[in-house]
Nanobody, 124 residues
Framework: QVQLVESGGGLVQAGGSLRLSCAASGRTFSSYNMGWFRQAPGKEREFVAA????????YYADSAKGRFTISRDNAKNTMYLKMNSLKPEDTAVYYC?????????????????WGQGTQVTVSS
């Protein structure tokens, strides 16, 4: 069992940066592949980025490539999403998730555990 809590969201101007954190409880955090998803108002939740259990592999949605960086610190039971060059279309609630097999890393229905989300708002 893993409980996830996101933090670090907020209001930022276009072109700015934010770093989201996902703190996990439980001693098995380091065994899980992890992902970030987001849901904008009126839209379906979508994949943003994923990282393998040991941090050795990462994968990004096209919208995140070159601007976002996913990372994790297993000693701290924490995953991060550094977001640079933010755009108004990045405005969404950002969720962290745990548990998918790497082959299913971009599919939300294969993740077992979810956080409550943190709001990111990018003003133009």
């Amino acid at each position: 069992q893993v409980q996830l809590v996101e933090s670090g969201g907020g209001l930022v101007q276009a072109g700015g940066s934010l770093r989201l954190s996902c703190a996990a409880s439980g001693r098995t955090f380091s065994s899980y592949n992890m992902g970030w998803f987001r849901q904008a108002p009126g839209k379906e939740r979508e994949f943003v980025a994923a990282i393998s259990w040991n941090g050795g592999s990462t994968y990004y949605a096209d919208s995140a490539k070159g601007r976002f960086t996913i990372s994790r610190d297993n000693a701290k039971n924490t995953m991060y999403l550094k977001m640079n060059s933010l755009k108004p279309e990045d405005t969404a609630v950002y969720y962290c998730a745990a548990g998918a097999a790497w082959a299913k890393r971009d599919s939300q229905r294969f993740y077992d555990y979810w956080g409550q989300g943190t709001q990111v708002t990018v003003s133009s």
